[in-house]
């Protein structure tokens, strides 16, 4: 692994943290809520995984490894938890975003 | 380079380009069942022989037949996606036929 | 030879990048669907140059997965969208 | 007690609640109630037994699975732990007493049967409170977090209707980008320090730029979570639109845990990093959260969203801690810096036997009266006292009224305003505890009006009823108890009482 | 240095960036789905130039696999159901400037950060040192269930909990009766037929494989779980002799078997969660086993509820 690899990932973190954290504000329909909240854990586990891949001699760091399996089967949960609230809201009402009139 | 070495990356690159082809495809035919046709086949051969080159590499019989593997699985998994969304499609321009008739 | 895989990967990935146009295109899901499964392959193609580029045998795996649920996707739409779509049909012929 | 007794009890603070949670799950509907009460008492005692233990033994680390850090995960019991330990126990019991009579009584089930899992989410939110109160661990936390969070979340959208999902996806969002901004900003201050357990990272807090940014994420994270005013915009709807058992658990307690964590990371991780700009900039968030809360809870019409934004400006005085604790290495020994401690946490207490007093009361009105509107709860004095006396003394409390735990811990953030000489956070106090009582007596003159057109009211069971008076009455008992509860306090923590103060009461 | 890597994690960085941002901004809600699945593939890819193939197997069966199949459901919900999207008023330019500005900032300012980082050393070392004593051999997998098992211990703990919260969602505990037509002698079915042996042999592979190489508990699971959904998908519905009592027993039952253990060590007068050098290893197999077998089945339960849900929608009223 070259050591610029890693730094690139490091600073996709960055912009993917950007898009994700005003997507889930400035998107109106709840999917696309769920799918900016969904890029912006992804940006904190590239910047875990790229700081887990600066090499000190040992090989990859494993401990950010199992944080970001961690993470994502949080994520994951979290999200199929969103969704089935979204599905629900639009199911009774109609809304697929909040604010709207039904 | 030995010959093994260059063989793989004759059929390496053979790939490559079925990919492309079928991307170019993808994006230049004019209907959908065209295109389908043309994506699943040539990237399912494009893996094919990536697959092929890149088992002339590996060291063990068991990596060998995983690579295989692999590659028996994406044919089944390209067959079955070419027939649902084939049969999707037909299924909806039809269904979209009898109600244009219908009305 | 694995500055070959490399490239070979890069290539595939500007081809991925091209094929993105059909979904931005369309026009209907079904197309873009099919742009999906060739992400998959493609995917599964970069993996496995991966794996021998960096020497990484897992990648192997992970390629494995990958193709198993290739069809999942696929399989989930079809049978969402196709059935409530063709009942309608069915029951006005 | 010996002090090697402690570590099994610091696991069993997270163990215990998860157990019953599980048991309650896998039992048929009608033991829930039962198993999930008898598992609360044993989280009460366990709970009750880690503060004396910490009183006699001071602060205690546990190391989980056997590993020290910095690989393994650790957990610490402190003064201020053990506080909030303790104050989430008192809670718990007579909202679970509550919450078993109203779900028994056939209330806010409607044709769903799904509120029957009630007892293991309270039970594993619970859980990840005490999880919260005792970590150590920057990555151990965040998924404490999301323990916490989910299952709050799970919670508020119980009664399955339709503002309370709208209300629920909202929180769950709100609690997504916050939880998430943490996680940020723990993976900068791993790559940073390269460690996740607190004390390791703090030794390497310095001003540099990536940390700052990285506490930025973090408090900005947590902030959310604690609907700091303006991230507040989540928890009016959410807590009003629940249950009241849950109104109550979410607003007395669920806030209060990601406070608590600004709290810790900012005496314990960021303390020679924060700037005096940044706690002013806290404070005055918190006074604005003070005024706007207040000043929005005056103008709601329905019972429960006064009580929700309430606890919006109520949440506001807690901030007031920290510009009064953030000063010059100077003034290190400086009296005032007990006192606001004191005080900031003793408005964390207060707030939450009050709170959940005044949302388990109003959800007894709601039921009474059968509407939400404050105008319908007229005349409620002769008809319903106990609730009505609940609520006023909980509102007394609320208000920082003599002699409840909301007056000392106004009086003491007042003190410590002077002392500092930062003055201006005083108007503040003053005008919060003025808007304060406006909403509380604008309720209670509705309660104590005679009506000629007066409502047949339900019947309430009494139980429901006596559960709101003794949170009131704990809110009012800890104005007189402040000596042993600051004791337990200041054990292990940054802040304890210097000296005996000279001429100065609490 | 070497340049053609440096191309193609360029190229990956650039496509990764460009598919997240498309995925918010384009139109509809079809494209957004897809390019998100995409972006999933795509963090796979980036996950496997950075060795940590653990975490692309873990992407690989949730970015394509289950939340691109969950979020493919919902794509038909939301377009179908119902009457379409009332047309939503455009977003004012000044709320786009905004936007974008904010972005910018945050981007900025979070990318200097990031390039202001100095270099720690992590516990690459502290780990590789530990990782005899861990009884297993596989690092990863050492820190997931041993070193940190208690953040494991959690995440396990998570799913149930999502599941409860779906529960609440639905407005319904349970599953809905069996509600599916068998569709024998499709295409569709004839892939399930024969790819479901091969899909368990690969779970079973993968939980095998975590104890020395990338792979595990979380992994195997998420393929079972796929397995389950392959089956639903192909027509069969949630089975009849599934008891409830039974579902909460499997939903709970990874969770538990670990607090059980957790607290046996407790009893034994080790630290929670303490495993004993001599019985690490089986140990940590056993958990694995019974994480394997809830978080499979969680995952299923998640697609399978929310697919239930849509041919049978929750019975609570909607009073507002």
Not at chain 4, 95 to 107: C, K, N
Request: charged letters at 10%; aromatic letters at 10%; proline letters at 5%.
């Amino acid at each position: 692994m070259t050591a610029e690899a890693h730094e690139i990932y490091a600073l996709l973190a960055a912009p993917l943290f950007a898009v994700g954290l005003v997507g889930v504000f400035a998107c109106r329909h709840f999917l696309k809520k769920i799918i900016a909240a969904k890029i912006l854990g992804a940006s904190a586990f590239l910047l875990l995984i790229a700081l887990a891949a600066r090499d000190h001699g040992e090989g990859p760091d494993p401990v950010p490894h199992a944080m970001v399996i961690t993470g994502i089967v949080v994520a994951v949960s979290a999200a199929a938890f969103a969704l089935t609230l979204a599905r629900r809201i639009w199911q009774e009402t109609g809304q697929s975003g909040f604010g709207e009139k039904p | 380079m030995t010959i093994s070495e260059g063989v793989t990356l004759i059929l390496c690159l053979a790939g490559a380009v079925f990919f492309l082809a079928g991307t170019v495809g993808l994006l230049r035919f004019p209907d959908f069942f065209s295109r389908l046709h043309a994506l699943t086949k040539a990237d399912t051969l494009g893996l094919g022989l990536i697959v092929l080159g890149l088992m002339l590499q590996v060291g063990s019989i068991a990596a060998a037949l995983k690579l295989l593997l692999i590659w028996v699985l994406a044919l089944l998994a390209s067959t079955t996606v070419c027939h649902l969304l084939g049969n999707y499609e037909l299924s909806r321009s039809s269904g979209g036929e009898k109600r244009k008739a219908g009305s | 030879m694995q500055v070959f895989y490399l490239l070979l990967g890069a290539f595939l990935l500007a081809n991925l990048a091209a094929a993105l146009l059909r979904v931005i295109r369309g026009p209907g899901t079904a197309d873009r669907l099919m742009t999906a499964q060739l992400f998959g392959t493609t995917g599964v193609a970069v993996l496995l140059l991966l794996a021998e580029a960096m020497e990484a045998a897992a990648l192997r795996d992970t390629a494995l997965v990958f193709v198993l649920l290739a069809v999942l996707i696929v399989a989930a739409f079809t049978r969402t969208e196709g059935t409530e779509e063709r009942r309608p049909a069915g029951k006005g012929s | 007690m010996t002090a090697a007794a402690l570590s099994p009890l610091m696991a069993a603070a997270v163990a215990v609640p998860t157990a019953g949670a599980l048991a309650a799950f896998l039992l048929p509907n009608r033991w829930r109630a039962a198993v999930g009460l008898g598992f609360s008492v044993l989280t009460l005692l366990a709970t009750f037994a880690l503060a004396a233990g910490v009183t006699l033994h001071g602060p205690q680390d546990l190391f989980l699975g056997g590993w020290a850090p910095p690989l393994g995960i650790r957990l610490h019991l402190d003064g201020l732990a053990a506080v909030f330990l303790a104050m989430t126990a008192l809670v718990a019991i007579p909202v679970g007493i509550y919450a078993r009579t109203f779900f028994a009584a056939g209330e806010g089930s409607g044709s769903t049967d799904q509120t029957h899992l009630f007892w293991p989410l309270w039970l594993i939110l619970w859980a990840g409170m005490n999880g919260v109160y005792l970590s150590a661990d920057l990555f151990n936390l965040y998924v404490m977090i999301e323990v916490t969070g989910i299952s709050a979340v799970a919670l508020a959208v119980l009664s399955g209707k339709v503002p309370a999902l709208t209300a629920g996806l909202r929180y769950l969002l709100a609690a997504l980008v916050g939880s998430l901004s943490y996680l940020m900003g723990v993976a900068l201050m791993y790559g940073t320090a390269g460690a996740l357990d607190l004390a390791l990272v703090a030794e390497a807090m310095d001003r540099q730029w990536t940390l700052r940014v990285a506490m930025g994420l973090l408090l900005v994270g947590l902030m959310v979570k604690t609907a700091l005013f303006p991230l507040h915009f989540w928890l009016p709807a959410a807590h009003s639109a629940a249950l009241p058992p849950v109104s109550a658990i979410l607003s007395a307690l669920v806030v209060k845990a990601t406070f608590y964590l600004i709290l810790r990371f900012w005496v314990e991780v960021f303390e020679g990093s924060v700037t005096i700009a940044a706690s002013q900039a806290m404070g005055g968030l918190g006074a604005a959260a003070i005024l706007w809360g207040s000043y929005q809870a005056l103008r709601q019409e329905r019972l429960k969203l006064i009580v929700a934004h309430s606890t919006v400006g109520q949440l506001g005085f807690l901030f007031l801690l920290l510009p009064l604790i953030t000063v010059d290495a100077t003034a290190a020994e400086a009296p005032w810096l007990a006192w606001a401690w004191h005080g900031g946490i003793y408005q964390a207490l207060a707030h939450a036997f009050a709170k959940a007093s005044l949302f388990l009361a109003v959800g007894i009105f709601v039921i009474a009266v059968g509407s939400d509107d404050r105008r319908a709860s007229v005349d409620l004095v002769g008809r319903l006292p106990m609730t009505t006396f609940a609520f006023g003394l909980a509102g007394m409390s609320l208000i920082g009224l003599p002699p409840s735990g909301g007056f000392v811990a106004k009086w003491m953030l007042l003190k410590a305003t002077f002392a500092s000489g930062q003055w201006w956070w005083a108007p503040v106090i003053v005008a919060g505890s003025f808007l304060t009582a406006g909403y509380v007596f604008g309720i209670l003159r509705q309660a104590f009006a005679p009506s000629e057109r007066r409502q047949p009211l339900r019947q309430v069971p009494k139980t429901l009823e006596i559960c709101a008076l003794a949170l009131a009455v704990l809110a009012i008992l800890i104005g007189f108890r402040s000596e042993e509860v600051l004791t337990l306090l200041d054990i292990g923590v940054p802040f304890a009482e210097p000296a005996p103060p000279e001429g100065s009461e609490p | 240095m070497n340049p053609v890597a440096v191309g193609f994690d360029g190229l990956l960085a650039l496509l990764i960036l460009f598919l997240a941002v498309r995925a918010l901004t384009a139109p509809g809600l079809q494209q957004p789905v897809i390019l998100f699945i995409a972006f999933g593939l795509a963090m796979a890819l980036a996950w496997a130039r950075m060795r940590a193939p653990d975490v692309a197997l873990a992407e690989a069966a949730i970015g394509t696999g289950l939340l691109g199949v969950l979020l493919i459901d919902s794509l038909g919900l939301f377009t179908r159901s119902k009457s379409e999207t009332p047309p939503q008023p455009r977003r004012s330019r000044a709320a786009s400037i905004l936007a974008v500005g904010t972005t910018l900032l945050l981007a900025g300012g979070l990318g200097f950060a990031i390039l202001a980082m100095p270099e720690a050393e992590g516990l690459a070392a502290a780990a590789a040192e530990k990782l005899g004593a861990s009884g297993v051999d596989h690092p990863v997998t050492a820190v997931l269930l041993n070193f940190r098992s208690f953040d494991t211990w959690l995440e396990i703990g998570v799913l149930l909990i999502a599941m409860w919260g779906l529960f609440c969602a639905g407005g319904r505990e349970g599953f809905a009766p069996r509600a599916t037509e068998a569709r024998p002698g499709t295409v569709l079915g004839g892939t399930v037929q024969s790819l479901l042996p091969l899909v368990l042999l690969v779970g079973i592979y993968l939980l095998w494989l975590g104890k020395v190489d990338s792979g595990g508990a979380f992994q195997a699971g998420v393929v079972l779980g796929a397995a389950g959904i392959l089956l639903r998908l192909g027509g069969l519905g949630f089975p009849d002799w599934l008891r409830p009592w039974l579902v909460r027993t499997l939903l709970l039952f990874g969770f538990a078997f670990m607090l059980l253990v957790g607290l046996s060590a407790l009893f034994a007068g080790a630290a929670f969660l303490e495993y004993p050098p001599t019985l690490a290893g089986p140990l940590i197999l056993a958990v694995e086993l019974a994480a394997t077998l809830s978080i499979g089945f969680t995952l299923y339960c998640f697609f399978t509820y929310l697919f239930d849900l849509r041919i049978h929608p929750a019975t609570a009223s909607s009073e507002s």
